[in-house]
């Protein structure tokens, strides 16, 4: 059985050959055409026969290709073994049920009909920064929400809708779907426990600089009806200003909170 430090240098080496953009474009002319020869595999690179050599002796180390002679020539074959590997180490321990709810969401969606959409776009004096933290922060949503919106705003992480009485209620939720703080936020949103189902609407915030300014987009898609984007189209507006009037007053609109958010239960 393989030592660790030993599977730890073999997979040096798989990451390393991998790391190079021409060895990859070298194993996927392998993948598409297996049992190449040094010339063929040149004709389909840019770069010179040395060049070309050199690379697949670092793949051929790597275990990523093995050679075979027949005369005079000398054939290159693909061997997916190492890039296996590599997957059961690095990613099937640790991201592979996540990835595999969110691959489902996603093509569920694609197959799906054409459902009703919302876009809401304002403009905040504030930093991309300072919008994203008000969006993930669960003490200011609870300011200019009226709910707290929980999470630790990973991808493939859950997120609760938590009401601000201290009962621990949560009124909706979903699953974090995509971060990049402090651009881009893509959730599912529904009511509370349904998570990631492949019904599931789902809401983009997307945060962009504009001069010395933000600008602010949400959009909300696969709304399960024509009343639920009426609903949204009421929601959203409000608990929009609501954050621009907190953002750049630190105080909340004069209407209550929880009557903006009783568009936006999910």
């Known amino acids: 059985m393989q030592s660790l430090d030993c599977i730890m240098q073999v997979m040096d080496l798989v990451f390393r050959a991998l790391a190079d953009p021409t060895r990859r474009r070298l194993l996927d002319g392998l993948r598409a055409e ?15 026969r040395q060049s070309v050599t050199q690379h697949l002796a670092v793949l051929e180390e790597a275990n990523l290709i093995s050679t075979v002679r027949r005369g005079r020539e000398k054939l290159h074959y693909l061997n997916p073994v190492p890039i296996h590997d590599l997957r059961q180490r690095w990613i099937a321990p640790f991201e592979e049920p996540r990835l595999r709810t969110l691959d489902a969401i996603r093509r569920h969606a694609e197959e799906q009909p054409m459902k009703p959409n919302f876009v809401y776009v304002t403009y905040i ?47 909706g939720g979903g699953v974090v779907l995509e971060a990049d703080p402090p651009r881009r936020l893509v959730m599912t949103f529904g009511e509370a426990g349904s998570g990631a189902g492949p019904d599931a609407s789902t809401v983009t915030f997307l945060i962009e600089p504009h001069q010395d300014i933000v600008r602010l987009s949400v959009t909300h898609e696969n709304l399960p009806s024509d009343d639920d984007a009426e609903a949204v189209s009421h929601g959203w507006p409000a608990v929009m200003a609501n954050l621009k009037s907190f953002l750049e007053t630190g105080h909340v609109l004069p209407q209550a909170p929880w009557e903006m958010h009783a568009h936006l239960r999910g």
């Open 125 to 171: 004096q504030a930093t991309p920064e300072r919008v994203w933290e008000a969006l993930t922060s669960a003490d200011l949503t609870g300011e200019f929400w009226g709910h707290h919106n929980v999470s630790d705003w990973r991808p493939g992480s859950s997120w609760e809708h938590v009401r601000t009485d201290g009962s621990g209620i949560a009124d």
């Open 34 to 48: 297996d049992g190449q020869t040094l010339g063929r595999l040149c004709a389909s690179l840019d770069i010179t």
